[in-house]
């Protein structure tokens, strides 16, 4: 115990190997300083680039290449060779595949998780958080430079404005700049811009509100009953049926009726009812661009039927609704959180 102790507090140690976790959405000065830092305590830097594999959202409109690209063109050649940017999938609602996924990026650097190895990060950060989730690897904590935050420079940016040198390096404002002439910044300004009306319409509200929700995660055969979104946010992403809750009705009434609503699915209720296998809620605070909202989600198994699956047809939200086989779910298709809440309650 004194041993790790000493290892933390050790304020002049060089490592082979400082790791940074980060989303970086998008790579600020704030970030700079903390890889300046690292390269001076160590051999090589390593990058763990979160929210890896998702679509473009307003939270995470980046992709790991770009941030990749922000990161590395901001030092020099020598500089940018000794470190390296590894993509790292998100697991929410489930930690420890979460670290089972850090610990596969940093292996696919090292070779080995046994040599020296330690994480860097603010000081007032989620340095302590990592700590106790990787005892085996020392902490370099490193001041807060200015305060810096992404969100607001994302925000901002996503609404049109032009990013500054005062919080974002080169690299970043030009992969910023390049991206803005895509159609993809296009949707998501659009989005910005449906999300920042529709909060609007809550500034009166005596405090932020909480809203609740219920989807359907429906399985046959193999197949799991997916909708098309018709509607920002997230429209043409793939999503479990669902909606918000009306004042008058149960979680799971709710459920059955945004079910309907969405895949006119040709199921009976009664069978519907009698295939609830389980419930689960899901609470991560960031989970929706429009505000802090919760889910229930229920899990419904249906016998195999020789007949097939059953018919359903997109309606109300959705452009479409079908059946996709569980074996082709591809992350970067999911609205929202749903392939967390799928591969959580599926099993997969």
């Known amino acids: 115990m004194s041993d790790s102790s000493d290892q933390h507090s050790d304020k002049n140690k ?13 790579f600020h000065c704030g970030h700079k300083a903390v890889v300046d830092e690292a390269l001076k305590r160590a051999d090589n830097v390593i990058m763990l680039i979160g929210s890896a594999n998702l679509p473009r959202s307003l939270r995470n409109p980046f992709s790991v290449d770009e941030r990749a690209m922000m990161i590395k063109n901001a030092y020099s050649p020598a500089d940018a ?21 850090v610990q596969a990026g940093v292996k696919s650097v090292t070779g080995d998780l046994q040599t020296d190895i330690g994480l860097i990060g603010h000081s007032k950060d989620s340095s302590s958080y ?11 904590s490193v001041p807060n430079y200015h305060n810096l935050s992404a969100t607001p420079i994302r925000d901002s940016y996503l609404m049109g404005a032009t990013p500054t040198p005062e919080r974002t390096p080169e690299s970043t404002r030009e992969v910023l700049n390049n991206f803005k002439k895509t159609d993809d910044y296009q949707q998501l300004h659009e989005e910005a811009d449906f999300v920042d009306k529709y909060k609007r319409q809550w500034e009166s509200a005596p405090y932020p509100p909480t809203f609740m929700t219920a989807d359907a995660l429906v399985v046959q055969s193999g197949h799991i009953l997916l909708v098309e979104r018709r ?3 997230g429209r ?16 799971f009434d709710a459920c059955l009726r945004e079910l309907r609503e969405e895949t006119r699915l040709k199921v009976p209720e009664p069978v519907l009812r009698g295939s609830c296998h389980s419930q689960h809620t899901f609470d991560d605070p960031y989970r929706s661009a429009r505000g802090r909202t919760i889910t229930q989600a229920f899990y419904f198994q249906l ?8 018919k359903v047809k997109g309606g109300d939200d959705a452009a479409t609704a079908f059946w996709l086989p569980l074996a082709e ?20």
């Open 14 to 26: 060089h490592y082979c190997y400082l790791v940074f976790i980060g989303r970086f959405q998008p």
């Open 81 to 101: 060779a000794r470190i390296h940017c590894v993509g790292l999938d998100d697991a929410l609602y489930n930690d420890t595949r979460w670290l089972q996924y």
């Open 130 to 140: 990592y700590l106790s989730l990787f005892p085996n690897w020392a902490s370099v």
């Open 231 to 233: 509607s920002m946010p």
């Open 236 to 251: 043409g992403l793939w999503a479990l049926p669902g909606g918000f809750l009306n004042p008058k009705e149960t979680l």
């Open 303 to 310: 016998k195999n039927d020789p007949k097939g699956l059953p």
């Open 329 to 348: 779910l591809d992350a970067t298709m999911m609205f929202e959180d749903h392939y967390a809440i799928i591969t959580k309650m599926v099993g997969l």
